[in-house]
């Protein structure tokens, strides 16, 4: 791919916005003050950080270090006595010196949002410095193309080309060194531009990220300034560092790859995904002093949380709009549902009668609405969110029944409130289960044999968001996860029919 100068955005970067961000960040706007007083989002800010610095690294192969490490690290600390030499492919002194150099960077992003700098070039070059200050060499080729370390330069252009040689033999092209401090100054320039232009932030940080790392102006690190520069973007709108994990190392290089081609909109719902989930966990935080808590009052405010689940508590005029909205969530949802029952009365239970299917809701006034309890609260366990079903609960299921196997399997969307305060939000979650009817001594009882998560992202609404707008959202992301629940249940089929 030929080098070419770097493009501003298109005439209509709007389109290139994930939508729900922007009622989503008014709600949080409105209680962020709140929220920032609270021992708990310190904490919450401190493994943000944490994990940053860790997974910035390991994407880019400057070390490795293994999952059962990295998750002792953002919760306890960037300590020696965390990390040995198996857990890691480098001495782990320089891991956890490179590791904290790179929390370090982070740390000072959020002086410079506080003294009301401008980005500049200088800035740049000083960030740079700070993210490799412990890294003295790098991979490189000598002059006659074989493997080699060189010298990392901190803090300056680089002088050579580093355009990298692709499995396929073609060759990627970055900005030729001569050309890097015109185009830095350019991409400044713009991105100034663009803040004046209120351009939303994950679109600004996508593009800002994406035009970076074609520039491509360093001889290593590149990709954890471009994180980091799009971390500055999310910082200063109020956000979080934007952190891409090893998870999703495979989607955002695929985004990339598509910005490369002109379009930027994956990469921008990418980010916008991962601060929408930073943010709704962040509204979902609590006085930590009720985490904390031991002993006799821990297990007394435990049963109370249990025996309260299905009670109404006082009614703010939040939660009321909120829950206005979700009832019509409830009603979408039973209505693709029974779409998707027709389809399967139609294609198969009218050829193969051992097949049923069938719909059932229960809402938020019904004793039903918290029969899957353990099911949201694993779910929200996994989203790192508090799964409130005092505040909502309710669900909408999609029951396909074998009845020659004498197995059913459920799939489920479940609305439920975030937080242990209300703070007008309810999530949706999505889950696929499959329960076969057995006997146990005598007793006929039925036991869970599968159970999957079928929406890769959380479904969240607040109550600042026109109803209009998280119904479509919701019928579209309802209908991708049903596809995803269908495929699993299919999936199973063979199982049953005997290896058919």
């Not at 994990?51 to 490795?64: K, L, M, N, P, Q």
């Not at 830095?184 to 035009?211: I, S």
């Not at 006034?365 to 969110?385: I, P, T």
């Amino acid at each position: 791919m030929p080098w070419e100068p770097i493009a501003d955005l298109p005439d209509d970067p709007d389109r290139l916005q994930l939508e729900e961000l922007r009622s989503l960040d008014a709600l949080w706007q409105e209680k962020r003050s709140e929220l920032e007083e609270l021992d708990e989002m310190r904490t919450f800010r401190e493994k943000l950080v944490r994990s940053w610095a860790i997974e910035t690294g390991v994407i880019e192969r400057v070390y490795d270090i293994d999952r059962g490490t990295t998750e002792l690290l953002i919760e306890h600390g960037l300590k020696s006595s965390l990390i040995d030499r198996s857990s890691t492919d480098k001495d782990p002194e320089l891991v956890l010196r490179i590791i904290g150099d790179q929390s370090k960077a982070i740390e000072g992003l959020f002086d410079f949002i506080k003294r009301d700098r401008e980005l500049s070039v200088g800035y740049v070059k000083e960030l740079h410095a700070a993210l490799t200050r412990s890294q003295e060499e790098v991979e490189g080729v000598d002059q006659f193309g074989n493997p080699t370390r060189i010298r990392l330069i901190h803090g300056d252009w680089k002088k050579l080309p580093n355009n990298p040689t692709r499995p396929d033999g073609s060759v990627y092209e970055y900005c030729p060194p001569e050309q890097v401090p015109s185009e830095m100054e350019r991409l400044v320039e713009m991105h100034l531009q663009h803040e004046r232009d209120g351009v939303a932030p994950e679109v600004e940080a996508a593009w800002l990220h994406h035009r970076f790392t074609q520039i491509h102006p360093f001889q290593d690190g590149n990709g954890r300034v471009a994180r980091a520069l799009a971390t500055l973007v999310f910082l200063r709108a109020g956000w979080f560092p934007l952190t891409i994990d090893r998870d999703r190392k495979e989607t955002y290089i695929d985004n990339l790859e598509a910005a490369d081609l002109g379009d930027l909109r994956d990469l921008s719902r990418l980010f916008g995904s991962l601060e929408r989930d930073a943010i709704v966990r962040a509204l979902g935080l609590g006085d930590q002093a009720i985490q904390e808590v031991d002993g006799i009052e821990q297990v007394v405010r435990a049963a109370r949380d249990e025996l309260l689940i299905g009670a109404t508590p006082t009614e703010s005029e939040e939660l009321q709009r909120v829950k206005e909205t979700a009832a019509l969530l409830e009603r979408v949802g039973l209505e693709e549902l029974e779409v998707a029952k027709r389809l399967l009365d139609r294609e198969i239970a009218d050829y193969r009668p051992e097949f049923s299917a069938a719909t059932e809701y229960a809402g938020s006034s019904d004793k039903r609405g918290g029969w899957y309890f353990g099911s949201v609260v694993n779910l929200a366990r996994e989203f790192h969110y508090f799964a409130n079903l005092r505040t909502y609960g309710a669900w909408v299921r999609l029951r396909i029944w074998d009845h020659d196997a004498q197995t059913w399997d459920d799939i489920v969307f479940a609305l439920h409130g975030v937080g242990r305060e209300f703070r007008g939000l309810i999530a949706a979650s999505a889950f696929y289960e499959q329960q076969q009817l057995g006997t146990e001594e005598g007793r006929r009882v039925r036991n869970v044999t599968r159970r999957h998560r079928v929406a890769e992202d959380l479904f969240q609404v607040g109550y600042l968001e026109d109803p209009n707008i998280a119904v479509a959202r919701f019928r579209e992301w309802l209908r991708r996860a049903l596809t995803v629940g269908l495929a699993q249940w299919r999936a199973g089929l063979p199982a049953k029919r005997g290896g058919e």
